[in-house]
């Protein structure tokens, strides 16, 4: 099993930013493809970045392409969220995944944290 816990959420005005972290602990795979989703109340999960083992190859959602950048640290076994420039809209709980399949910008994870919630006031 991979446990894997999110933190750097909070509340954030319009055009702020903020980090997200997730780390993961347990059978963690250096090769696992990771990433993060959201959910914003009354609507369900979607897709929001992902990253393969290397670091190479990254895929974002079309809403947060130029303003969200995904990266990762094998040696701490943690993927990050920059998120700039945030919008209302990018209000939800942001969920981080590991393992899995990942071609293009389809990314189905094995495992899921808990989620941090985050807000964009306006």
């Known amino acids: 099993q991979v446990q894997l816990v999110e933190s750097g959420g909070g509340l954030v005005q319009v055009g702020g930013s903020l980090r997200l972290s997730c780390a993961a602990s347990?059978?963690?795979?250096?090769?696992?493809?990771m990433g993060w989703f959201r959910q914003a109340p009354g609507k369900e999960r979607e897709f929001v970045a992902a990253i393969n083992w290397s670091g190479a190859t990254t895929s974002y959602a079309d809403s947060v392409q130029g303003r969200f950048t995904i990266s990762r640290e094998n040696a701490k076994n943690t993927v990050y969220l920059q998120m700039n420039n945030l919008k209302p809209e990018d209000t939800a709980v942001y969920y981080c995944?590991?393992?899995?399949?990942?071609?293009?910008?389809?990314?189905?994870?094995?495992?899921w944290g808990q989620g941090t919630q985050v807000t964009v006031s306006s």
């Open positions: 347990g059978r963690t795979r250096s090769t696992y493809t």
């Open positions: 995944g590991a393992g899995g399949y990942y071609s293009g910008s389809f990314y189905r994870p094995d495992y």
